[in-house]
């Protein structure tokens, strides 16, 4: 329960045996893109990057300006901070949007990693055309706009210094196929295809992704499921005491003067959550995987003293 990845994973298709013997096709993986553009509002496949992971893509993000100042909306994922200062960014936490005013690179998570914060398209946008003004560039993490509210700016990259990313494990739940894409403007998305190089994404990543951005009946499905459990989890957390402070129907944040205390009760018991060293008050649970895992979590926490 310490990852944000839907438990309830999507079904995987039968593969050919030709997708793991032989290299992908080029047409297979422009398919990919074109499905991943509709599924996520990008104005063509062309402003689309499938890539291994969007781990993979965050330092060649980072490097499409040269070294200078990178602000990050924190608290946050940590590694987009560290991969900016490994490209030679001089890195400054903003705890506000407004201090990404000045920045030659902004990254935002939206909706935020771990409280659910969501930051309004409208005022990205405006960050954004700030930012083009003096040649930087607004990153905007999407991982968790699966099950957000609509605010992507993935149809907003034609500005031409908006790069977002989007994530295909959590929601899908499948992590480990490796499979995440980048969605900006023709010439730097060009640029970050260079940089990965020839047949980045393999053949099966591609024919499930594939079949799973073009199943809406799933999607919509597993939308209503997590939003279901997420307020269930609300409600198992919330009959302990513990204060329920952000998160997304992925995982949910509470705040408690007994975080480190209940961690350690959880692992003893063979559950692990997620604490922050930066904010010792607060635990991320994810969602259960399944009803045995559901009434092992009940028990846990009925018997915390």
Do not use: C
């Amino acid at each position: 329960m310490s990852t944000g990845i839907n438990p309830h994973s999507y079904p995987l298709p039968q593969l050919s045996s030709d997708l793991f013997a032989r290299l992908p096709e080029p047409a297979a993986l422009d398919g990919l893109a074109a499905a991943a553009a509709i599924a996520y509002g990008a104005p063509s496949s062309d402003h689309v990057v499938p890539a291994p992971g969007t781990q993979i893509l965050l330092p060649l993000v980072a490097a499409l300006v040269p070294p200078g100042r990178a602000a990050v909306l924190a608290p946050t994922y940590s590694e987009h901070a560290r991969v900016a200062a490994l490209v030679g960014h001089r890195i400054r936490d903003a705890t506000e949007v407004d201090g990404l005013a000045g920045a030659d690179l902004a990254v935002v998570v939206n909706p935020n990693n771990p409280d659910g914060r969501i930051v309004a398209r409208a005022e990205l946008i405006a960050h954004a055309v700030e930012l083009r003004s003096r040649g930087g560039i607004l990153v905007v993490d999407e991982a968790f706009m699966d099950v957000g509210p609509d605010e992507s700016l993935s149809g907003d990259v034609g500005l031409g210094n908006i790069v977002v990313l989007r994530s295909f494990g959590k929601f899908f739940g499948l992590a480990g196929l490796r499979l995440g894409f980048a969605v900006a403007a023709p010439p730097m998305a060009a640029r970050l295809r260079a940089s990965l190089g020839p047949w980045a994404v393999s053949g099966a990543a591609i024919a499930v992704g594939v079949t799973a951005l073009t199943d809406r009946s799933w999607k919509e499905a597993a939308r209503a499921r997590l939003a279901h459990e997420a307020r269930q989890l609300d409600e198992l957390l919330a009959e302990q005491g513990l204060d329920i402070v952000g998160g997304t129907p992925l995982f949910r944040l509470v705040r408690t003067q007994a975080a480190s205390e209940l961690f350690h009760h959880l692992g003893r018991g063979g559950i692990l959550v997620r604490r922050f060293d930066e904010q010792p008050t607060w635990l991320r649970f994810g969602l259960p995987p399944g009803e045995p895992a559901w009434v092992r979590l009940r028990m846990a926490l009925a018997s915390f003293t």
